[in-house]
């Protein structure tokens, strides 16, 4: 893992994650994210101290620096590491309610919309994309 990258964690379990997951690595065109699947022993030492119920509930992502954000709090510092993501970061910024509120909506129908968005072989691209990105 390079010392510069930040890792993304998500849960592998979600259809609807990982799709997600696999357009942000898709705009990550610099390789700036590394996904690190929540229930992979990895993910307790970057989340040290949050307990296991708080770590899944929510994506996170930890900076190269160790810095952790979760949930909709996490939106700006994701997308400031995209290419071009910096002027909708600075939007997201100044909605942190409305992100959170948001984030909580897809939070709650995360399955239905795994089922109804994310076909079969729109998953397993989206698979081989993550593990692409894990090496």
Do not use: K, N
């Amino acid at each position: 893992m390079s010392g510069r990258r930040s890792r993304i964690l998500y849960d592998r379990e979600c259809r609807f994650c990982r799709w997600s997951l696999a357009w942000l690595l898709r705009w990550d065109r610099r390789g700036a994210l590394e996904p690190v699947a929540l229930q992979d022993p990895g993910a307790a030492e970057l989340l040290a101290g949050m307990d296991e119920e708080r770590r899944m509930a929510s994506w996170h992502l930890v900076g190269p620096d160790g810095s952790v954000a979760s949930g909709g709090i996490a939106a700006a510092p994701l997308l400031r590491r995209l290419p071009g993501g910096t002027p909708l970061a600075s939007r997201v910024e100044r909605f942190p309610g409305a992100v959170e509120a948001a984030y909580a909506l897809v939070v709650r129908h995360r399955g239905r919309l795994g089922r109804a968005l994310v076909g079969d072989r729109a998953l397993e691209r989206a698979d081989r994309l993550i593990a692409e990105r894990r090496r």
